[in-house]
Nanobody, 122 residues
Framework: QVQLVESGGGLVQPGGSLRLSCAAS????????MGWYRQAPGKQRELVAA???????SYADSVKGRFTISRTNAKNTVILEMNSLKPEDAAVYYC????????????????WGQGTQVTVSS
């Protein structure tokens, strides 16, 4: 009923920038929170940044000052601006959303995108 699609990943040199976007679609009444996670090969998925429905943000210590998370006015898209990228930032980045689904219940449910690859290499 709900689909999240990430885009914007790619290859960038250390110190470069990328802008990731996640668009949610489907039977959505509202999105209570969205976030970005990343997972490198052989490692566990970790939270990178999150934003609440009210606009409150949080970041992993490793990306503070370099990454910025935001949502569009439509509330169905979350953006991750990544600056000063480091090789250790390379991973598959996944979008997450807490969604209240239309016609179901008022309980938010978690949905995940398929991921977008970020490669940082010279």
């Amino acid at each position: 009923q709900v689909q999240l699609v990430e885009s914007g990943g790619g290859l960038v040199q250390p110190g470069g920038s990328l802008r990731l976007s996640c668009a949610a679609s489907g039977s959505i009444l509202s999105i209570t929170a969205m976030g970005w996670y990343r997972q490198a090969p052989g490692k566990q998925r970790e939270l990178v940044a999150a934003i609440s429905g009210g606009g409150s943000t949080s970041y992993a210590d490793s990306v503070k000052g370099r990454f910025t998370i935001s949502r569009t006015n439509a509330k169905n898209t979350v953006i991750l601006e990544m600056n000063s990228l480091k090789p250790e930032d390379a991973a598959v980045y996944y979008c997450n959303a807490e969604v209240i689904v239309e016609g179901r219940t008022w309980r938010p449910l978690d949905y995940w995108g398929q991921g977008t690859q970020v490669t940082v290499s010279s």
